[in-house]
């Protein structure tokens, strides 16, 4: 079992920036990657950014891309989520997620390993 904390959230104005921090504990070897969603409310749970264990290529989302940026940090079990010239569109309850056995990095349901989300508003 992999656990995963998120912290990070908070409000902030349109054009501000916030940095999110998923850390995995548990079996984390087992892990090949590690992924940021949002979910706004009345809204399906959207796929953000990626980041794969071995090479840490990474994924963007095409309205993130350009704003956020998605790095990890291997001794401590942690991937950051840089996001700048935030929007208000991008307010939602941001969450971590990780290992994905099949599937697209974008698609929800093909991760095994959930955090509980953590909340990020932008007012204009």
């Known amino acids: 079992q992999v656990q995963l904390a998120e912290s990070g959230g908070g409000s902030v104005q349109a054009g501000g920036s916030l940095r999110l921090s998923c850390a995995a504990s548990?079996?984390?070897?087992?892990?090949?990657?590690m992924a940021w969603f949002r979910q706004a409310p009345g809204k399906e749970r959207e796929g953000v950014a990626v980041?794969?264990?071995?090479?840490?290529?990474?994924y963007f989302a095409d309205s993130v891309k350009g704003r956020f940026t998605i790095s990890q940090d291997n001794t401590k079990k942690t991937v950051y989520l840089q996001m700048n010239s935030l929007k208000p569109e991008d307010s939602a309850i941001y969450y971590c997620a990780a290992h994905r056995p099949r599937g697209n990095w974008f698609e929800a349901g093909s991760y095994r390993y959930w955090g509980q989300g953590t909340q990020v508003t932008v007012s204009s």
């Open positions: 548990g079996y984390t070897y087992s892990m090949n990657c």
């Open positions: 980041i794969y264990m071995g090479d840490s290529g990474t």
